[in-house]
C-alpha cells in the first residue's frame, strides 16, 4: 500500500480509452463498476468534445460479483454493435476486472461471432502498466490486428506510394497540444514535399489501417505513444521510423536529417537535400535562433531552470533551456519511470542533476531546495510554483483545461520553436516583474517568511529580523533566509536577530 | 399511501448504464465538513485518478483526504492488509493528528474481501484513533450515497442519550448549541438567551442527519427556531468529536433525499424516531418541511405561509424565465424528486425524472407532495425512472426537445453541440440550495443556460456538429 495523494499518470484504462476514442468509428465497453466512466467527463470538459465519447461501461454490480458477467458483457457489446455499428469494439479491462479474473476473451469470442463489429480484448494489466503504457500497447495492438486480418484476407497492399509518404504515429485525444502539433508536423512534411499516408489515431479510422505500409517512412513524435507499433512496423513490414521528436531547432533540423536519410535510402538515383530548408527555416522562419542571439536571451544566460513532466517533453525542453538559450538546468525529471535509461542519456551533459520519480512531493522538496528562476513542468509544480512564488511554464502532461488552447500552439516544429520561446521568456519575465515590484517598494504586504515545503524549522526570528527579512527583495529572501538559518545553526544560535543577519552575509561574503 | 402514488406516479427501472460519479467523491465535501478528520480511501489508482480530476485544484490546499493505494502485493495477498493499514494510518496521525479516520472502502476491498470493519476496532485500540468504515463503492451505490454510507456508519458513534439527565440539563446542552448557531447567523445573543428559555423545554430533542455547510445549517436551525423548534444536534457536527447524541427519545429528520441508509440505521439501530418529511429544497419543500417537523412536535406554526410568499416573490424575475420551458432529468445524484418537484412548482413542465435509486419509503413524503404539486399547478406527472438507460434517454430527449437537460459533464457538452440547453448536476450537489434563503441560489443554476443562451439565441449557430449519420436531431 502506498500513501498516494496525486499521480501523473493515470491507470492502464484510461491509456487504452484514448487510444481507442481517438480513432473514428471505434467504441470502447469498458468492464467496470458504476463511477468509472470518469473519463467521458474528462473528454467532453477537457477536449470540449462536441460527440458523444464512444465509451460506455459494462457494469460490474453486486450481482456481477456474486455470479460473474454471464451474459452481460456479451449483450452489451451486441447492443452496441446494433446501436452504433461501429468498426471495432474495444472491451477494456479495469482495476475491477483484474481481480475478478472473468475470462473476458471468452466473452469477446463470443460477441464476435454474433456482431457485426470487430471485437478485441485490450491487453493490458492494471497493475503492470499506467495510462502511457497501455496506449502504447493498445495502439500497437489495433493495428497489429488490422494487418494481420488484411494478410489473411489477402488484401494488403504492401507497395509503397509514388511520392515519398510517410505515417505520423502517436496523436491522440486528451494529448498534451497534439492537434497542434499534428498540424505543425503535416505542414512540416509538406514543406519537404513528402505526403502524409495516414495519421493515427486520431481521427483514422480502423478499415484505413491495411495501408498502412504503403509510406516510406513512420514519424513517432513523442516517446511514449507510438514507438511500440512503429517497431512491429518495422519488424514485420521492413519500414524504418523515426523517433527524434522535433522540439526545438536543434532536434527539429535532426529530425529532418533523419527523414532525409530514409527518403534517399529509396530513391537512389534522386537524392534529396533538406539543408537549404533547415538553413531557412532556423534563421528567418523561426524567430528562435535569431531570439537566442538577441539581448532579452542574453539576459536569461546563467538562470537557474528546473524542468519536470513526461520523458519526450522534458528532455526537448531541458535540451532547449541548455543548449539554445543558455540557461542552467538545475535539475530535470521524469515521471517516466519505465523509461529512465532513454530520459537520462537524453539528458546527460544538459543539467546538473536527475530526478526520476512519481511522487509529487519529492518533486516539490526538490524545488523548494533549488529555488530556480523558473520551472517547466507540469500542472502540479505550476501550483507548487504558486506556493513558492517561483513562475513556471507547462510543459507536459498532466494538464488542466487551459492547456487545451483554442489558438495554435504547437509545440513541435519551427513554429513551435517561437511557441517554446514565448514561454520560456515570458516565465522568466514574470519573474523578472516580480523583482522589480519588490525592489521599488510594490505591493508587497504579505508576512510569509517561509518558502520551503516544509516546516521543520527549529529557529526563531525576531520581529526586527522578521521586519528586515521582509525588506529583501522576494526573489533572493528565501536564499537569504536559508543561508542565515544555516550561519546560526552552525554557530548554535536559536534566536535570529537582524545582528546575526548581517553576521551571517558577512560570513558568507568573506 | 404508495398505493395512491403508484397510481398516478409511473416508476420504471432501465438498465442502470448511466453515468454518474464514483460514491468515494463524498470526501470531497464530507473532509471540509468535519473539520477534524482524515479520509483514507483503500483503493486503486482508478479511485485516486477520479478523485483528483473531479476535485480539481481541492487536491492543492493540502486535503484531509488521501489514497491507500493498493498495489499487486496487496492485491495477492501477499501484504499484510492490517501491518499496511497501520503503517499508513500511523503517518497520518503523526502528520495531521485528526481526531477521526475514516476508511473509505472500494470496490476492490469490496472483491478482494478486505475486512475493513474488522480490522478497524484494532486498529483503533492500537492508535487510539476512532476509526470509521464506510463502504462507499461502485458496486452498489451512485455519488450522494456515498455520504449516506459515511453517516450510516458514524451514527454508530454517537454518544447514547443519557435518559437520567434531568430536563434541565438538557435545556441547558441546547442552549448551549443553540447560542453556538445563533452566533454564526449573527443575531443578537441576548436576544436568542431570552427566546431560548421561553421555547426551549416543550419538545423532545431533535437530530437533523445531513451533512450541509455550516451557514446553511445554521439557517435551516434558525427557520425553525422561528417555529419554537430546538435543533438538538446534527449529523454530522462541524467536528468529530461534537456528534450529537442519540437515543430512543430523539427525534431525526433528513435535509437530503439520498439519506435512507442512515435514515434506517437511526430507527432500526439507535432507535430514534424518523419525521418523514419533504425535504427543505425550494421554498414549498421548506415550507413541508418546518410544518412536519413542528406538526410531529404539536407546534402551531406561525407566518409560515407569508414567509414562504414572500421568497416566491422575491424570486419573480426568475420565474418568468422558467414558466412553461420543460425539464429532463438524466438522473445521477437523488437530488432530482426534490428538484422536480420545486421546479413544477415554478411552472416547468418536467418530462422525466431520472434517479439512480430511488427508496419509496424514505421519499415517502417527497414523492406525495410531487403528486399535489403536479395536481395543483394542472401539469401532468413526470415518469420516473430509476436505474436509467443514459443512451435510451437521448433517443428520448431526441424526440422531446427539452427547453433544459439536467444531465453530468459527460453528456453536457455533446448535448449543448446539438441546440440542447444542459445544466449540469453535480453543481446541485455543491451549491447551497436548502432553505428559504437558497431557493434562489437553485433558479439561478437552472436559469443560467437559459440567460446564458437567451444572448446567443439569435446568431443563428445554436446546431454545431456536422451532420449525424442516424437519426436527424431535429
Request: glycine fraction near 6%; aromatic fraction near 8%; charge should be neutral.
Amino acid at each position: 500500500m502506498k500513501l498516494a495523494y496525486w499521480m501523473y499518470a493515470g491507470p492502464a484504462h484510461i491509456g487504452t480509452l484514448r487510444v481507442a476514442s481517438s480513432f473514428k468509428n471505434v467504441h470502447a465497453i469498458m468492464h467496470a463498476p458504476l463511477g468509472d466512466d470518469y473519463f467521458n467527463v474528462m473528454r467532453s470538459m477537457l477536449e470540449r468534445e462536441r460527440d458523444f465519447t464512444p465509451v460506455t461501461a459494462s457494469i460490474v454490480d453486486r450481482h456481477v460479483l456474486a455470479r460473474g458477467s454471464q451474459e452481460k458483457v456479451v449483450d452489451n457489446i451486441n447492443r452496441k454493435d446494433k446501436e452504433e455499428r461501429p468498426d471495432l469494439i474495444v472491451l477494456t479491462p479495469t482495476c475491477t476486472s483484474s481481480i475478478l479474473q472473468e475470462d473476458l476473451q471468452n466473452f469477446v469470442d463470443r460477441a464476435s461471432t454474433t456482431s457485426n463489429s470487430d471485437v478485441i480484448l485490450a491487453d493490458v494489466n492494471h497493475y503492470r502498466v499506467n495510462e502511457l503504457q497501455a496506449a502504447d500497447r493498445t495502439l500497437e495492438q489495433v493495428v497489429r490486428y488490422y494487418l494481420e486480418k488484411a494478410r489473411r484476407q489477402g488484401t494488403l497492399d504492401q507497395s509503397l506510394t509514388k511520392e515519398p509518404s510517410a505515417n505520423i504515429i502517436g496523436i491522440f485525444t486528451l494529448g498534451f497540444h497534439n492537434q497542434h502539433d499534428c498540424r505543425e508536423l503535416k505542414r512540416l512534411l509538406q514543406d519537404l514535399n513528402i505526403k502524409v499516408n495516414k495519421v493515427i489515431p486520431e481521427g483514422g479510422s480502423v478499415k484505413d489501417l491495411q495501408s498502412l505500409p504503403k509510406a516510406w517512412f513512420n514519424l513517432v513524435p513523442y516517446r511514449e505513444i507510438g514507438l511500440m507499433t512503429a517497431i512491429y512496423l518495422e519488424k514485420n513490414f521492413g519500414m524504418p521510423y523515426v523517433s527524434i521528436t522535433p522540439m526545438g531547432i536543434v532536434d527539429t533540423a535532426e529530425c529532418i536529417r533523419q527523414i532525409q536519410k530514409h527518403v534517399n535510402n529509396l530513391i537512389p538515383n534522386k537524392k534529396v537535400d533538406y539543408e537549404p530548408y533547415i538553413d531557412q527555416q532556423t534563421r528567418f522562419v523561426s524567430q528562435a535562433a535569431w531570439f537566442s542571439r538577441s539581448i532579452d536571451c542574453q539576459n536569461l544566460t546563467g538562470k537557474k531552470a528546473v524542468v519536470f513532466g513526461d520523458a519526450t517533453h522534458a528532455a526537448s525542453i531541458t535540451r532547449i533551456l541548455a543548449r539554445e538559450m543558455g540557461i542552467r538546468v538545475s535539475c530535470t525529471g521524469t515521471y517516466c519511470k519505465h523509461d529512465t535509461e532513454w530520459f537520462k542519456e537524453q539528458v546527460q551533459g544538459f543539467c546538473d542533476e536527475i530526478l526520476i520519480t512519481d511522487d509529487h512531493t519529492e518533486v516539490g522538496d526538490m524545488i523548494a531546495r533549488i529555488e530556480p528562476s523558473a520551472i517547466f513542468g507540469t500542472q502540479m509544480e505550476r501550483h507548487i510554483g504558486k506556493r513558492l512564488d517561483i513562475p513556471c511554464g507547462v510543459i507536459s502532461s498532466p494538464v488542466h483545461i487551459q492547456n487545451f488552447p483554442l489558438g495554435y500552439r504547437p509545440f513541435l516544429g519551427y513554429e513551435g520553436t517561437n511557441q517554446i520561446a514565448d514561454l520560456i521568456y515570458n516565465s522568466f519575465t514574470l519573474g523578472m516583474e516580480d523583482h522589480l515590484l519588490e525592489i521599488f517598494g510594490g505591493h508587497d504586504t504579505k508576512e510569509v517568511i517561509t518558502k520551503s515545503l516544509s516546516t521543520d524549522t527549529d529557529l526563531t526570528w525576531n520581529y526586527e529580523s522578521q521586519l528586515e527579512l521582509n525588506k529583501i527583495p522576494g526573489f533572493v529572501r528565501g536564499k537569504i533566509k536559508r543561508n542565515t538559518e544555516k550561519f546560526a545553526r552552525q554557530n548554535n544560535i536559536t534566536t535570529i536577530t537582524v545582528e546575526i543577519m548581517y553576521a551571517a552575509k558577512e560570513a558568507l561574503s568573506a | 399511501m404508495s398505493n395512491k402514488i403508484s397510481e398516478t406516479l409511473t416508476f420504471e427501472c432501465e438498465t442502470g448504464n448511466y453515468h454518474t460519479f464514483c460514491p468515494i467523491s463524498c470526501v470531497a465535501w464530507l473532509y471540509q465538513k468535519i473539520e477534524d478528520s482524515f479520509f483514507l480511501v483503500v483503493g486503486t489508482k482508478t479511485c485516486g485518478y477520479f478523485l483528483q480530476n473531479a476535485l480539481g485544484v481541492m487536491i492543492f490546499a493540502e486535503p484531509r483526504y488521501a489514497m491507500a493505494e493498493l498495489e499487486e502485493g496487496d492485491i495477492s495477498a501477499q501484504l499484510n492488509d492490517y501491518k499496511e493499514l497501520k503503517r499508513l494510518c500511523l503517518q497520518i496521525k503523526k502528520d495531521r493528528n485528526p481526531s477521526v479516520i475514516i476508511w473509505i472502502g472500494t470496490c476492490t476491498t469490496e472483491i478482494i474481501k478486505m475486512d475493513l470493519e474488522g480490522m478497524a476496532p484494532k486498529l483503533e485500540n492500537e492508535l487510539g484513533i476512532p476509526i470509521v468504515v464506510a463502504r462507499a463503492n461502485g458496486l452498489d451505490y451512485a455519488f450522494t450515497q456515498g455520504e449516506d454510507t459515511v453517516l450510516a456508519a458514524m451514527a454508530h458513534r454517537c454518544p447514547e442519550q443519557n435518559t437520567l439527565l434531568d430536563n434541565k440539563k438538557v435545556i441547558q446542552q441546547d442552549s448551549t448549541i443553540q447560542d453556538f448557531f445563533s452566533f454564526l447567523s449573527l443575531e443578537k445573543k441576548e436576544e436568542t438567551r431570552n427566546n431560548s428559555s421561553i421555547k426551549s423545554k416543550k419538545h423532545p430533542p431533535l437530530v437533523l442527519f445531513g451533512s450541509l455547510p455550516s451557514t446553511v445549517a445554521s439557517q435551516l436551525s434558525s427557520e425553525l427556531k422561528r417555529q419554537s423548534v430546538q435543533v438538538s444536534g446534527w449529523l454530522p457536527a462541524q467536528r468529530y468529536t461534537d456528534l450529537p447524541s442519540l437515543g430512543d427519545q430523539v427525534y431525526v429528520c433528513g435535509v437530503n433525499p439520498f439519506l435512507s441508509r442512515t435514515a434506517t440505521t437511526l430507527m432500526r439501530r439507535r432507535k430514534c424516531k424518523l419525521i418523514g418529511a419533504p425535504f427543505p429544497i425550494g421554498p414549498d419543500g421548506t415550507r413541508a418541511w418546518i410544518e412536519k417537523i413542528c406538526s410531529v412536535f404539536n407546534i402551531k406554526t406561525k407566518d409560515l405561509e407569508q414567509r414562504e410568499q414572500q421568497i416566491w416573490e422575491n424570486l419573480k424575475d426568475y420565474l418568468d424565465l422558467v414558466r412553461g420551458k420543460s425539464v429532463f432529468f438524466m438522473g445521477d445524484n437523488l437530488l432530482e424528486i426534490s428538484l422536480a418537484r420545486f421546479l413544477i412548482r415554478c411552472g416547468m413542465i418536467v418530462y422525466e425524472i431520472g434517479i439512480p435509486y430511488l427508496d419509496k419509503r424514505y421519499q415517502a413524503a417527497e414523492l406525495l407532495f410531487l403528486q399535489n404539486t403536479c395536481k395543483s399547478m394542472g401539469i401532468p406527472m413526470p415518469r420516473i425512472v430509476e436505474k436509467p438507460d443514459n443512451y435510451n434517454q437521448i433517443q428520448r430527449m431526441r424526440e422531446l426537445q427539452p427547453d433544459l437537460a439536467i444531465t453530468g459533464m459527460a453528456h453536457a457538452n455533446p448535448l449543448e453541440a446539438r441546440g440542447i440547453n444542459t445544466k449540469w448536476s453535480v453543481e446541485f450537489t455543491f451549491a447551497q440550495i436548502h432553505g428559504f434563503t437558497n431557493a434562489r441560489d437553485v433558479l439561478e443554476l437552472v436559469t443560467r443556460p437559459l440567460r446564458r443562451n437567451n444572448n446567443l439565441e439569435n446568431l443563428g449557430w445554436n446546431d454545431l456538429t456536422k451532420k449525424e449519420k442516424q437519426i436527424k436531431f431535429n
